[in-house]
């Protein structure tokens, strides 16, 4: 099993700034990719951002690409997310998910609100 806890949600105005963390705790060692999701409210759940345990690499959806940086505490089983120029549209809860196993875990949520 695997439990994912994440930190660093809030409100925030139109061009400011966050940054998530997530914490991964328990079987740890198969760790295959971290990353992020999201859902605004009325809408399914999306892909924001992986990072790629073997070799640090990284992914992103298409409207944060260059806004949003993931990232993981070298060696560690934390990964971050940095989140600048924030946009209304970016309001939701944002979900720490992780692949180990062949199984996927998702954390409780945090919620992300960006003011106009």
């Known amino acids: 099993q695997l439990q994912l806890v994440e930190s660093g949600g809030g409100s925030v105005q139109a061009g400011g700034s966050l940054r998530l963390s997530c914490a991964a705790s328990?079987?740890?060692?198969?760790?295959?990719?971290m990353g992020w999701f999201r859902q605004a409210p009325g809408k399914e759940r999306e892909f924001v951002a992986w990072i790629w345990w073997s070799d640090y690499s990284v992914g992103y959806e298409a409207s944060v690409k260059g806004r949003f940086t993931i990232s993981r505490d070298n060696g560690e089983n934390t990964v971050h997310l940095q989140m600048r120029t924030l946009k209304p549209e970016d309001t939701a809860i944002y979900y720490c998910?992780?692949?180990?196993?062949?199984?996927?875990?998702w954390g409780q949520g945090t919620q992300v609100t960006v003011g106009s």
């Open positions: 328990g079987r740890t060692n198969n760790i295959y990719r």
């Open positions: 998910a992780a692949e180990s196993g062949g199984i996927a875990y």
